[in-house]
């Protein structure tokens, strides 16, 4: 469904036009009646790419380049660290407390 509206509508009403747009409609703007301008919906991979840069910007994410090397997704190798066991085996014991 496409809805026309004037500048001085959309103006007034931009809440409601948005929410028109949200909801997967076009709206053509005119001035004097004649059309100068179309908003509409973003696709899904627009609002993903837009909330991405969003995070970059604000310095929450930070794009990677390329895939992890193998060793990156590897369990570590070797025992438990000494600290954890020391405090697994005072737990067993009843610790001091």
Known sequence: M?????????KARLSEYL???KA??????TERGVPVARVVP????????TRRA???????LKAGRG???KWFLEPPAGK????LEAL??????GGDR
């Open 67 to 69: 895939k992890l090397p």
């Open 19 to 21: 929410r028109i747009v």
């Open 88 to 93: 697994l085996a005072e737990r067993r014991e």
């Open 42 to 49: 973003l696709d899904e991979a627009e609002r993903k790419s």
């Open 2 to 10: 496409k809805r026309t509206t004037s500048v001085v509508q959309l």
């Open 54 to 60: 969003r995070l970059a910007r604000a310095g929450l």
């Open 80 to 83: 438990a660290s000494g600290v």
């Open 24 to 29: 997967g409609h076009e709206v053509v703007i």
